[in-house]
Nanobody, 124 residues
């Protein structure tokens, strides 16, 4: 069993930055690939970014490429999402998720464990 707790959400202005954190417990940090997803009101949950167990092979949705950076610190069992140049359309609840699959995936069905989410709101 893996427990995931996100933090770092909040309200920022258009063009601002936030860093989300996801603390994992229950298994060693290097046991799973990690991903970030988001869900805006009335919309489906979308893939944002993912990273492999070793921290290599970051993978981004086109909508955030060049603005967001995913990273992880396995010694701290924590994965991060640095979000820069935020836009109003980035407003959503952001979820981190853990996958035991052998590959880094953008499909939410491949992720077994999910956090409770953290709200990110960008004002225009």
């Amino acid at each position: 069993q893996v427990q995931l707790v996100e933090s770092g959400g909040g309200l920022v202005q258009n063009g601002g930055s936030l860093r989300l954190s996801c603390a994992a417990s229950g298994r060693p940090g290097s046991s799973y690939n990690m991903g970030w997803f988001r869900q805006a009101p009335g919309k489906d949950r979308d893939f944002v970014a993912a990273i492999s167990r070793s921290g290599s092979s970051p993978y981004y949705a086109d909508s955030v490429k060049g603005r967001f950076t995913i990273s992880r610190d396995n010694a701290k069992n924590t994965v991060y999402l640095q979000m820069n140049r935020l836009k109003p359309e980035d407003t959503a609840v952001y979820y981190c998720a853990a996958s035991l699959k052998a590959w880094v995936s953008k499909e939410d069905d491949d992720y077994r464990y999910w956090g409770q989410g953290t709200q990110v709101t960008i004002s225009s």
